[in-house]
C-alpha cells in the first residue's frame, strides 16, 4: 500500500485513481483531484 500525500490517505496503487513520478518517486492518488494538486505543487507535497 502506498500513501496519497495530497490527502494522507492509503491507495492501494493497483487500483489508485492516478500516479505522478517526481524526482524518481512514484506518487499515487486516491482521486484525479489529489493528483492535480499534487501535479500543480509536488514539492510540497513530497517528503
Ligand atoms: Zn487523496
Redesign the pocket.
Known amino acids: 500500500m502506498e500513501k ?1 500525500p ?2 494522507g ?1 492509503t491507495v492501494d496503487p493497483k487500483r489508485a485513481a492516478g500516479s505522478s513520478v517526481y524526482k524518481g518517486r512514484t506518487f499515487y ?3 484525479s483531484g ?1 493528483k492535480a494538486s499534487f501535479d500543480r505543487n509536488p514539492a510540497q507535497f513530497a517528503k
Do not use: A, L, R, W
Request: with cysteine.
Open positions: 496519497d495530497v490527502c490517505m492518488f486516491c482521486s489529489c
